[in-house]
Every structure is written in C-alpha cells, then in structure tokens.
C-alpha cells in the first residue's frame, strides 16, 4: 500500500521503544507516505522517542500526560500550531500497576482499577474529543489498540482486560458519535506481543508460546502485520469501515481449544 498515506498526517501516540505496537504502526504509515508527530510522557520515554521519530523524518514530538486536561490542551494546541488539519491519530496507551497484573482479578485495588481505566479506556475519549475539531474538515480516522482478554478471561490479565473491555465499548460508541463527521474509530486487537507492556503481565512468555503453538497461522502477530492493518483502517481503502475490532493474532480467537499436539 506504498502512498496509500501520503499527504496525510497524523499523531501516534504510545511509543515506548522499537518494539512498540505504536512504532510499528508509525513506520508503516510512514512507509506509506504520511507525515507525524509523536506523543511521549517525560523525559525518559522522549529521550528514547526522539531518535526513532528523527528516523521517520518528524520533529514534532509532543509531551503529553494524557490523565492531566491541561496537558492535553497544550498537545493539540501546539499540533494544530504545525498542522490546521490532521488526518488519523494512533491511541497505543495503556497502564495498570503491573503487581497486579499477576494472580487473581479479586484482588483488584479501587485505586487501580481507576487509574488502569483512566489511563488505558477514557483518556481515549479525551484524545477523540481534542482531535475531533482538527478533522472537521476532510474527515479522519482514530485507532487504539485492544486485546481479546477484553472478552475472554487470559490468565493474570485482570484489571486490564476490564479496561479494554471499556476500551472496545468506547470504540463503537466514539465510532457513532462521530460518523456524522466523517471521522472513523476502529481498534486493532493484536495477540501477545513481546512489548514493554506486555512483558509486565504475568506469565507472559508462556502465553506468548501457547499463541505461537496454536493459532491457525502458528505465530504471534508482528508489528509489520499490525501496521500494515492501521494504514488500511486510516487509508481511502477503510473509507466504509468504522466500530470494527480487526484481530491481527494469526486466528488464535478462532479456537475452541488448542491444537491436538498440545492438548
């Protein structure tokens, strides 16, 4: 899909390193001819931000703390100082304290349970309220990124997978709200991924191995799959398509139960 993308710009939002969902996403759309701007929360991730952003040709990086309104103000207000008009933004945000990403869901703190909501689902509809006037004028699309512990139980996923399951529900909601306008709202529900955030669930290697094993296409989805998926989703060839969940997980949310071999 070389220049499906080009002379579109768009935030992307969620980079923590190379193996970020989010940087796979932002080097497709690149490839396929968009402009960006990165958002990052501080100055240790913006350090790491900083040359994968130069790599792609942007200068334009944001800092942003996405549970804070006013931060949010000032994002958009100096995005919409480079660019009147924006075309996508790419929400890769999610957060819950990772000692409770491990043994039971009973055991969920109030105070976590907010903050991995805030975080991870409603700041979400902050993004799309802010990016919103910005793409009044041509239409646009706005993507975040889910997983299937929203709608199955996956073992020590807990609190996160309330959180996107909030997530998805917003998707389809955003998607009506803002249809009218041409604005598209989709989410991409990859399987495990070895990521920064991934890596803090329990038994995440043991997960990530039974996906591997026993998904129809025998792997775990790669950044290039999912980037290739968002520039679909944010490019003419998704004009029709919003609300959606698309699965990049290689099937695995297909099964029943697993392969024979590994009964």
Not at 43 to 72: I, M, N, Q, T, Y
Not at 142 to 156: A, D, E, I, K
Not at 229 to 253: F, K, N, Q, W
Request: aromatic fraction near 8%.
């Amino acid at each position: 899909m070389s220049d499906a993308m080009k002379g579109k710009r768009g935030l992307i939002m969620g980079v923590a390193n190379d193996r970020s969902i989010a940087w796979g996403v932002a080097k497709a759309m690149h490839e396929a001819g968009a402009e960006l701007a990165f958002s990052y929360q501080g100055e240790a991730f913006g350090k790491r931000v900083e040359p994968l952003a130069a790599s792609l040709g942007s200068d334009l990086l944001l800092d942003v703390d996405v549970c804070d309104d006013a931060s949010l103000d000032a994002c958009f207000e100096a995005l919409a100082a480079r660019w009147p008009t924006i075309d996508f933004v790419v929400h890769a945000i999610a957060y819950s304290d990772k000692s409770e990403l491990t043994g039971r869901f009973l055991n969920t703190s109030r105070a976590n349970f907010k903050n991995s909501m805030d975080i991870s689902a409603y700041s979400f509809i902050e993004v799309a309220r802010r990016a919103h006037p910005m793409m009044m004028e041509n239409g646009g699309t706005l993507l975040t990124m889910t997983y299937q512990g929203s709608n199955r139980v996956v073992p020590n996923y807990n609190v996160m997978g309330v959180a996107k399951a909030a997530l998805e529900a917003t998707t389809r909601y955003l998607a009506n709200d803002l249809g009218p306008d041409g604005i598209r709202v989709n989410a991409i529900s990859p399987g495990p991924m070895k990521t920064l955030a991934g890596a803090v669930i329990g038994g995440a290697r043991k997960t990530y191995k039974h996906t591997d094993q026993n998904a129809p296409l025998r792997s775990n989805a790669t950044l290039d799959a999912i980037g290739g998926t968002a520039v679909y989703l944010a490019s003419d060839a998704g004009a029709c398509t919003t609300g959606e969940i698309i699965r990049v997980d290689g099937g695995y949310h297909v099964l029943g139960m697993p392969q024979p071999e590994f009964l």
